[in-house]
């Protein structure tokens, strides 16, 4: 059973906003599209995965993706994907790394060889038996039940070529492509058959988890060094990309290509909750949109599914947090 979604990361969504609403030309344009193309790539990975899991018992499993949790020092740990059953846990590192891959244990780096060029990374498996570290403390923080703690570095490009030095048994055993996810699962169940904690524990430990978790936040501006005026304004058009859309009678219509759209408005209030600030008011909208009422602005932000406090003149909308 999937309890916690996987969901697209905030970080690629607005590096996706700040790629539409960036000025022509801006000197940060390509630092945000080398790291979106990156981040897209990671999420294909994990999702990729979430097809083999998508196998497993539903009953029998809890999956969680994107799972942040307190760490040492006020710091958070974040988990790919976190596979409990009432016999184990599994950490999954998912890695979306095309090419020949070497794991490097002696210095503990993953050095990829692709299109005649060398590049390293951090070592995967340093990082997931980290995971597993601040996993076991948060159980021992929180007075939950203690599991057995498996993990895993998932490699989702199949065309991949894995590489290590001989006789390397951690990597053998610790390092897969997502084909094998499944059957390293059932190894793992037939190493662990005794079950450690019941059914109805298993669910304690799976809300409590889900109350844990805490949503990224950050502001994607001050990450690029990017000025709010650098943000084009306006509702864009879906059809031809403009920022010059109109709001005639409950409708949009673009001057340069005449299409209409209805709801054109909604990627452009994500896009300001996305980039300029976590909530939006009337006011904000009226702004932003480029709308001459705030009757108007007001009805487009209640018909979203946005969440909003305050009384009705100083009510102010955001985003759900679902990450």
Not at 12 to 29: I, N, P, Q, S, T
Not at 66 to 72: G, M, N, S, V, W
Not at 74 to 84: E, N, P, W
Not at 224 to 249: E, H, L, S, W
Request: hydrophobic letters at 35%.
């Amino acid at each position: 059973m999937i309890v916690k979604k996987r969901s697209v990361p905030l970080k690629l969504e607005m590096d996706e906003a700040l790629l539409r609403r960036l000025v022509h030309g801006h000197v940060k344009r390509q630092d945000i599209q080398t790291d979106a193309t990156k981040r897209s790539a990671g999420y294909r990975g994990e999702m990729s995965l979430d097809y083999y899991l998508d196998g497993l018992p539903q009953t029998e499993y809890r999956i969680f993706n994107d799972l942040r949790l307190p760490a040492r020092h006020g710091s958070v740990f974040q988990i790919d994907t976190l596979v409990l059953s009432k016999f184990f846990a599994l950490i999954i590192e998912v890695k979306n790394i095309a090419g020949t891959l070497f794991f490097d244990t002696s210095f503990h780096q993953l050095i990829r060889s692709y299109l005649d060029k060398e590049e390293g990374f951090i070592d995967p498996l340093s990082q997931v038996e980290r995971h597993k570290f601040e996993w076991h403390t948060f159980l021992h923080n929180n007075n939950l039940t203690p599991l057995p703690i498996e993990t895993l570095v998932s490699i989702s490009n199949p065309k991949t070529i894995l590489k290590t030095t001989p006789n390397n048994q951690a990597v053998y055993e610790k390092v897969i492509h997502n084909e094998q996810l499944l059957n390293k699962i059932n190894e793992l169940k037939t190493k662990y058959h005794n079950p450690v904690m019941s059914s109805n524990r298993l669910d304690q430990i799976s809300e409590c988890l889900l109350q844990a978790h805490q949503p990224p936040a950050f502001n994607i501006l001050e990450t690029y060094g990017i000025d709010k005026k650098d943000i084009r304004r306006g509702v864009q058009c879906p059809n031809c990309g403009t920022f010059a859309m109109k709001r005639i009678v409950r409708n949009w219509y673009c001057p340069f290509c005449q299409s209409y759209s209805k709801a054109a408005h909604e990627q452009a209030i994500r896009d300001y909750l996305l980039l300029i600030h976590p909530f939006i008011t009337n006011q904000a909208c009226c702004q932003f949109l480029h709308i001459p009422s705030r009757h108007v602005a007001n009805r487009i932000l209640n018909s979203m599914n946005l969440c909003s406090q305050g009384s009705t003149k100083g009510r102010h909308y955001y985003l759900p947090k679902n990450g």
